[in-house]
């Protein structure tokens, strides 16, 4: 064999040899890169409400569709002024200070006899960044029903998204809109 050949095949094989390192570090440079990148994205928290049915809660809490709050306005108005919903997760939906007031006007409506359901008609958000609430409120007892326009202002907060309340939203405040004179007047 010839010293010349043998340099040939060394040389041969060092340049094979470069090219399959430069690939690998390649490759290591780009799984970093994609590594780095899954790193920096917020992660997904998965909670199961039973074996069957996962829920997914995304951590970024803070952005809700449109959508998602008029739904939640929605029930929350439920649950605020229905006689026939359950006290039992109302906490989660509504702050403490309504649950009084709807406690009491339970108790009174109970003492008369009169049971209560709201109907929502339309949901706005006003300059005050309150919701404007028209809805129909359905009386009935024994003898007689009912129905009665109004109109509610009502004030919503956050809260952390939880399996009882995945909307995050709290109702704080509900009050009774007044009416204008304008209004009476027509």
């Not at 209560?116 to 960044?129: A, F, P, S």
Request: aromatic residues 6%; hydrophobic residues 40%.
């Amino acid at each position: 064999m010839n010293f010349s050949n043998l340099l040939s095949k060394i040389a041969r094989t060092n340049k094979t040899q470069k090219y399959i390192i430069f690939g690998l570090l390649a490759a290591s440079v780009m799984q970093s890169t994609v590594c780095a990148l899954l790193l920096l994205k917020k992660p997904i928290i998965i909670e199961r409400v039973n074996q069957k049915t996962p829920v997914a809660l995304s951590v970024e809490e803070d952005k809700r569709s449109k959508e998602e709050i008029l739904e939640f306005i929605k029930k929350s108005i439920k649950f605020r002024f229905n006689s026939e919903i359950l006290k039992k997760n109302l906490r989660d939906w509504i702050s403490k200070k309504e649950l009084q007031f709807r406690e009491f006007e339970q108790k009174q409506l109970k003492q008369n006899g009169i049971f209560q359901e709201v109907l929502i008609r339309e949901v706005t958000l006003n300059d005050k960044g309150n919701f404007q609430i028209h809805a129909e409120r359905l009386i009935r007892s024994e003898k007689a029903k009912g129905i009665i326009d109004f109109v509610v202002i009502a004030k919503i907060n956050t809260v952390n998204r939880t399996i009882k309340n995945p909307y995050g939203l709290i109702l704080e405040r509900v009050s009774l809109k007044s009416k204008s004179k304008k209004e009476n007047e027509s």
